[in-house]
């Protein structure tokens, strides 16, 4: 794949749409604890069954590759956010487990105590992954370390919501648990070169990722490839903040609510112009194998 100016518009707008989508996340959990802190539990299950249509939408969209792709992602932030955050939320309070506190400050939400206990499940369905075809980079390396070797899926036979809900979700599951394992002091500590190694790592390798996403001219591939360069991005925003570089302004929705409110409409904003643009591109396209067509067809009658 070559770069152009098309490909570099598509890779940075769909980079700009993930990326706007993670602090988007943070700012939906925060208003639901602090809006309805009695039923948030209830609002959980709101915002995930939002998640779950939106995700039921996109496989009857499936013909469309674009609709489908988006709303897959959205669904997977929000069932993330909903179902399996909520969750973890619920059986902290249920356990009453205590938050990590260090110098008077909370560095470690309970909920987040509790995630890490997933770490042997995540473990297993990784491990699945390496055994199935797939077309991300890092189980195909393990594959051909392995000679495994899989028939590839038709692309008319591919479930694009499907394929980028389940994406977003053992992704962002991923790394929540590694960053987690580098915080914990038993293992690291987020003062440890291990993280310092995590953040920068993700930094450079996410820098990487970025070469190709700008080469990609398809809008919905470069959506899909955009989840794992921004989620690994977004490590080093995560580390970052926690060193105290900056203030985390969607962890303090009410405090930046123009900023956030700004981020959000840029979100929207772009999602239009992607939609708008790809609808544009298409029909270019139609009218250029209308031309071919017509052009054939005057040729044979000659």
Not at 134 to 154: A, R
Not at 195 to 221: E, R
Request: aromatic share 16%; charged share 20%; net charge positive.
């Amino acid at each position: 794949m070559s770069i152009s100016i098309k490909s570099i518009k598509t890779g940075v707008f769909s980079f700009l749409i993930v990326l706007f989508l993670m602090p988007i996340g943070h700012v939906l959990m925060v208003l639901n604890e602090k809006l309805i802190p009695e039923h948030k539990f209830i609002g959980a299950l709101i915002i995930g069954f939002t998640g779950l249509l939106l995700f039921f939408i996109g496989i009857r969209k499936n013909k469309k590759p674009l609709t489908a792709t988006i709303l897959g992602l959205i669904a997977g932030i929000l069932i993330w956010t909903g179902w399996v955050e909520f969750s973890f939320v619920w059986i902290a309070e249920k356990l009453q487990v205590a938050p990590l506190i260090e110098n008077g400050e909370i560095t470690t939400k309970p909920e987040y105590l509790v995630m890490l206990s997933s770490v042997g499940l995540l473990s297993t369905i990784l491990i699945m992954y390496i055994f199935k075809q797939s077309s991300c980079t890092f189980f195909n390396w393990f594959q051909k370390i392995g000679g495994l070797k899989f028939d590839k899926i038709k692309a008319q036979d591919k479930v694009w919501a499907g394929i980028t809900f389940i994406e977003t979700i053992i992704i962002l599951w991923t790394f929540y648990i590694l960053l987690l394992l580098v915080y914990d002091k038993d293992i690291a500590g987020d003062r440890h070169p291990i993280t310092y190694f995590v953040a920068f790592g993700s930094l450079f390798w996410s820098a990487f990722l970025c070469i190709k996403l700008i080469k990609i001219k398809k809008f919905d591939y470069a959506i899909r490839y955009a989840i794992p360069t921004v989620i690994i991005f977004w490590n080093f925003i995560e580390v970052t903040g926690r060193w105290d570089l900056f203030k985390e302004i969607w962890v303090h929705p009410f405090e930046h609510w123009i900023e956030n409110s700004i981020i959000f409409g840029l979100l929207v904003g772009f999602i239009v112009f992607y939609f708008v643009e790809n609808s544009l591109r298409l029909k270019d396209k139609k009218n250029q194998l209308e031309i071919k067509k017509t052009a054939k067809a005057k040729a044979k009658t000659v």
